[in-house]
């Protein structure tokens, strides 16, 4: 199975395979989202993704800043990994930080004190920190930290993260973009029209920084999804998310619409 199947999107297929392979006998019920049913959508890999911007860090003079969501843990370990291939140091900032260090039970997961990994304290997030009494982690983090000021030395070094929240910190710290830096928005692009998407879209064109959009959905592909649900083989299948239920049913099992509210007994 070649890296661009369906089934190798995420860093984790290789669960997918496996349950596919060997699914649990006797299964009673299986809820099912489909956002992406319907759609053609190209579901790349996250190797694809890492080769992506591998590319773009080496043909970049000066910063990457890029916009994903610290949840996205996948999207966090690309990232890193196209900074150790080319040289560069991953800027998180403290909630991505707490992210890693959750998940820290995992080896192969970076998390603050690696190499090629720094923690941005902004003053707005520290504050928010210390109020909710977590002072010990914000300490914690300033063994791996950096200032937003330092990201104005050595451009070519830092791939940043950038949110409506963090730019307040970063314009305080006067730090602007410009020509020599890129920016890339790594979620879906339907985000870009609200509010916070549209903010953090004007102040890289003020600064005539270059756009790229490097992204894959995290949901699966229609395909698998068929694939998914006839090999679960279960008595009823319930579908929880997504608009085209109703108009891409073909190779589904039978399904049971459950209305809001109603309840099912198994």
């Known amino acids: 199975m070649n890296r661009t199947s369906p089934l ?10 496996r349950l596919i392979a060997a699914p649990p006998e006797n299964l009673d019920v299986l809820l099912m989202e489909g956002t992406n049913l319907g759609s053609d959508k190209s579901c790349l890999s996250e190797s694809d993704l890492e080769d992506a911007f591998v590319d773009l ?23 890193y990994r196209a900074c150790l291939k080319t040289g560069r140091t991953l800027v998180v900032d403290l909630y991505t930080a707490e992210v890693m260090e959750v998940l820290a039970e995992s080896p192969k997961l970076p998390r603050p004190g690696r190499d090629n990994l720094k923690v941005v304290i902004t003053s707005a997030f520290a504050r928010m920190y210390r ?6 982690f914000v300490d914690q983090m300033a063994a791996h930290g950096i200032s937003a000021a330092s990201l104005q030395a050595t451009p070519e070094r830092w791939v940043v993260m950038v949110r409506p929240s963090l730019i307040r910190d970063y314009v305080r710290n006067r730090i602007a ?17 609200n509010d ?4 953090v879209s004007r102040w890289f064109e003020k600064g005539g920084s270059r756009a790229v959009h490097i992204h894959t ?3 699966a592909s ?3 999804l068929r694939l998914f649900a006839h090999a679960m083989n279960a008595r009823q299948f319930v579908p929880i998310h997504g608009v085209a239920w109703d108009a891409d049913t073909a190779g589904f099992p ?3 619409r459950l209305a809001d509210g109603e309840s099912i007994t198994l």
């Open 177 to 193: 973009p410009n020509a020599d830096d890129a920016w890339c928005w790594s979620m879906w692009r339907g985000y870009l029209k």
């Open 131 to 136: 109020r909710a009494g977590r002072e010990t």
């Open 217 to 219: 959905s995290g949901h």
């Open 196 to 199: 916070d998407g549209a903010l």
């Open 57 to 79: 860090f080496r043909a970049t003079a000066g910063r990457v800043f890029v916009a994903w969501s610290a949840q996205n843990v996948d999207r966090t370990v690309t990232l």
């Open 222 to 224: 229609p395909a698998v």
């Open 8 to 17: 190798t999107h995420g860093r984790k297929s290789a669960l997918t395979r």
């Open 254 to 256: 039978s399904i049971r």
